[in-house]
């Protein structure tokens, strides 16, 4: 894809992920637009990186993305990427044990519906601009799950799946539809110090950054191109070794 004269929108954009990513497009004079829940991150995100435009926005409930989309084509008709990155991880006891729904239906909202009623706000608008795209972030989790996180790898699959479908339907408007799939990456996800274990978040980026300057659809990086690439056999012998209870 075009990574210069875009204006971009990356939801989660004040931490992790998407704040590297929020980093190196505006490193390249992009217009970039972030958004969150936490008005602090936002405002350390800010101050790191001057000419950001900062919204606090809540992407878990329709009401909150409509106006989010609303807010950010009225002042900026030039939206031209949206990254679909915003996304929580729950840690729950096993489904034999829990009852507690709400948790669920938060990480459904958040990770599966935001990014597919946020791509559907966006496709028409986008279609025809030169260098369109939407970036969904997934999860090399969406290949091949953690049994002990069922519902945050079927959002993730699921929306992996969604993107299948959105690249085909998006090919007559022009705009491209990508997807990054993380492996696991040092950040804040789930909660501090759960990901202190994973690859370091720039390094990441990087990676992935080059992917998209070089045009891939698809990206992974280390465990999550492997898993994405493997065949069934492969799949199943990695749930194997990273479930080795189940
Ligand atoms: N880190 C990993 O190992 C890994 C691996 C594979 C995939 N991923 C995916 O990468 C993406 C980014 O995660 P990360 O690792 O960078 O974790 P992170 O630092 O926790 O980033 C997630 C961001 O999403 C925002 N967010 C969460 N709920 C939101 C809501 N309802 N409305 C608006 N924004 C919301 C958070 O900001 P607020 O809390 O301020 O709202 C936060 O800035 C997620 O989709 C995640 O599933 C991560």
């Known amino acids: 894809m075009n990574l210069d004269g875009q204006t971009v929108l990356i939801t989660g954009g004040a931490s992790g992920i998407g704040l590297a990513l929020a980093r190196r497009f505006h490193a390249r004079g992009n217009t970039v637009i972030i958004c969150g829940r936490d008005r602090e991150k936002l405002a350390t995100a800010k101050s790191g990186l001057p000419g950001v ?8 409930e329709a009401a909150g993305r409509v106006d989010l989309f609303r807010t950010v084509t009225r002042d900026f008709p030039t939206l031209s990427v949206l990254v679909n990155n915003a996304g929580i991880q729950n840690q729950p006891p096993p489904l034999l044990q829990t009852q507690d729904w709400p948790a669920h239906a938060d990480e ?14 966006a496709l028409p608008f986008l279609a025809g601009k030169p260098g369109a795209a939407i970036i969904n972030v997934t999860s090399g989790l969406a290949f091949v799950p953690m049994a ?7 959002t ?7 993107t299948l479908s959105l690249r085909h ?3 007559a408007s022009g705009v491209s539809v990508i997807e990054l799939a993380p492996p696991a990456v040092n950040t804040d996800l789930g909660g501090k110090g759960l990901h202190d274990f ?3 978040v720039d390094a990441y980026a990087d990676d992935a ?11 992974g990086y280390k465990f999550s191109e492997v898993a994405r ?10 749930f194997a070794r990273m479930n080795p209870d189940a």
Do not use: W
């Not at 435009?53 to 878990?60: P, Q």
């Not at 993730?156 to 969604?162: D, G, R, V």
């Not at 493997?230 to 990695?238: N, Q, T, V």
């Open 53 to 60: 435009v900062t919204l606090r926005a809540d992407v878990s």
């Open 108 to 121: 459904i909202a958040i990770n599966l519906a935001a990014p597919i009623h946020l791509a559907m706000l």
């Open 148 to 154: 002990r996180m069922p519902v945050y790898c079927a």
């Open 156 to 162: 993730k699959a699921a929306l992996h799946s969604f």
């Open 169 to 171: 339907q998006a090919k």
């Open 198 to 200: 994973g690859e370091p």
């Open 209 to 219: 950054f080059a992917a998209l300057a070089a045009g891939a659809l698809e990206h």
């Open 229 to 238: 690439t493997a065949d069934a056999a492969g799949r199943d012998a990695i």
